[in-house]
């Protein structure tokens, strides 16, 4: 459509549809995103279809009105208010100026009826693929080395089969216990069949202390944006799997 760009970052690409369409150019993302924009009189806010990306907003008079943030805990530390996480699709327009006004909308939702296709097994296994291949793909693109989780499972392996064929160097990484365990075996065996390199991360909370217990989970918690039961079960061993991950290098995990 004629726009020039100085980078590869999908965010200057944002701008530039910004500055085209408004806000109707949600309608022609396609992934996941969450962004504030300034337009010299509003903030926007947007979310992705699903809700994907975290955003999430807090309004207090510490900060002159309203802060937002990917994450919650620092919100809530900047403005000692319990933020609130923006929905699926959701559109906010904050006016700072007298007088002061928010608008908030969703910009797409599921359509009541989705049209019914009769076909057979094969039929519908090359087309979740096809889709599959696809949504790899796109998340292929970055501006940051891009690797991948691999547990053995069916889903991280069929990931890790379409993202290799467009990142030859593939780095996989998996978080074990037991070196002896049925699924530490299974994503070397995996990682063996795909031809990529593989990261066993050993999560051991047996051998330390119990003062080393504690800072890990102290550690942990401190990180979970929600203190649910099935994110606090996990905590430990995705902290030090992240942390491992990031040595190596890496900001962009397919999970």
């Given at each position: 459509k004629g726009a020039r760009f100085q980078t590869t970052s999908d965010t200057e690409v944002l701008l530039a549809?910004?500055?085209?369409?408004?806000?109707?150019?949600?309608?022609?993302?396609?992934?996941?995103?969450a962004f504030g924009l300034w337009d010299g009189e509003k903030l926007w806010l947007a979310k992705d279809r699903w809700g994907k990306c975290p955003l999430a907003v807090a309004e207090s008079g510490a900060v002159g009105g309203m802060a937002f943030a990917s994450e919650i805990t620092p919100l809530r530390r900047l403005t000692g208010m319990t933020p609130r996480e923006l929905g699926p699709a959701a559109l906010e327009a904050w006016r700072p100026a007298p007088p002061r006004r928010v608008v908030r909308r969703r910009w797409w939702s599921l359509p009541e009826k989705l049209p019914v296709r009769h076909v057979s097994v094969r039929t519908a296994a090359r087309e979740v693929a096809r889709r599959l291949e696809a949504g790899v793909k796109a998340r292929t693109i970055s501006d940051v080395p891009v690797c991948t989780l691999l547990s053995g499972g069916m889903d991280s392996f069929a990931i890790a089969w379409f993202a290799k064929r467009y990142m030859p160097d593939l780095t996989a990484f998996t978080a074990y216990r037991d070196e002896r365990s049925l699924e530490y075996r299974l994503?070397?065996?995996?990682?063996?069949?795909?031809?990529?390199?593989?990261?066993?991360?050993?999560?051991?909370?047996?051998?330390?202390?119990?003062?080393?217990?504690?800072?890990?989970?102290?550690d942990a918690m401190s990180h979970a944006e929600l203190k649910t039961k099935a994110q606090m079960e996990i905590a430990v061993a995705c902290r030090v799997l992240a942390r491992r991950i990031r040595q190596e290098g890496f900001k962009v995990v397919f999970s």
């Open positions: 549809a910004w500055e085209r369409w408004g806000p109707g150019c949600l309608s022609r993302l396609d992934g996941m995103f994503s070397r065996e995996a990682a063996k069949v795909l031809g990529i390199r593989l990261v066993g991360v050993k999560v051991d909370l047996q051998r330390r202390s119990l003062a080393g217990v504690r800072a890990a989970l102290a």
